[in-house]
């Protein structure tokens, strides 16, 4: 069964920083990975897609990188802002078999930026 | 990719009681999916919502708590049944994008008191 775990679950940062959030799953036969924002009490805004093929992903300030052999995949934001004070979640989607459209989820990071 | 409008965004519901959550999608998909997240907890996967056939339950959801209607490639409603204060969550819908990821609705936030 696959596991997602992702560290640390808070962080608190001054404005301005670069700061980098960890994704760990424990079965590496993945179909791709895909990082989400949720506001709280909302739903989920999807930032990044990473297929298993890929290394990496840039959407802006973010950075994702994924490490399929060793299970992991960080999300980097730099210069960080405010505006980016959310919780982070990373779900694998599994690569075949029954279920493979299933998202296993992590139970995220909560980022704080602070001005 | 797919955008998703779902409603209520919240409510507070009396236990007992039953709410009916839409998710209406602006483009024709297949496969639907309902989600739940408790409170300090990931998403756990609650049904598929395929058009034309019967929902397909998780282990731990069956189908008289969370009946699930899918009358068309756009539309889809989850109900909570006879809820009870631990049905309090945030329920999402979600649809595949582009480049098979997923797209979310905006969230119903269910208070059960």
């Known amino acids: 069964k696959q596991e997602v775990t992702q560290i640390p679950a808070a962080l608190s940062v001054p404005e301005g920083e670069n700061l980098v959030l960890n994704c ?14 949720q506001d709280p009490g909302k739903g989920l805004t999807s930032l990044l ?42 779900a694998v989607r599994r690569s075949s ?19 | 990719s797919a955008v998703i409008s779902q409603k209520p965004s919240r409510d507070i519901c009396q236990r007992g009681t039953s709410l009916t959550i839409q998710c ?28 034309g056939s019967e929902a397909t339950y998780e ?6 708590k969370f009946p699930i209607s899918r009358p068309n490639l756009t539309f889809s409603t989850l109900t909570v049944s006879n809820m009870s204060p631990e049905d309090s969550s945030i329920y999402l819908c979600s649809v595949p994008q582009g480049n098979y990821g997923y797209t979310f609705g905006s969230g119903t936030r269910l208070t059960v008191v």
């Open chain 1, 49 to 90: 897609l990473i297929q298993s093929s890929q290394r990496e992903q840039t959407s802006g300030r973010l950075n994702a990188s994924l490490d399929k052999s060793s299970g992991r995949s960080t999300l980097y934001i730099a210069a960080s802002q405010p505006g980016d004070s959310a919780t982070y979640l990373c």
């Open chain 1, 24 to 37: 760990s799953f424990t079965d590496s036969a993945i179909y791709n990975l895909q990082w989400f924002r």
């Open chain 2, 24 to 51: 209406q999608v602006d483009s024709q998909v297949t496969m639907m999916f309902w989600y739940r997240q408790q409170p300090g907890q990931s998403l756990t996967l609650i049904a598929t919502a395929n058009q």
């Open chain 1, 97 to 115: 078999g029954a279920g493979s459209y299933q998202l296993t989820f992590g139970k995220g990071t909560k980022l704080s930026v602070i001005p």
């Open chain 2, 59 to 64: 282990s731990g959801f069956v189908i008289d």
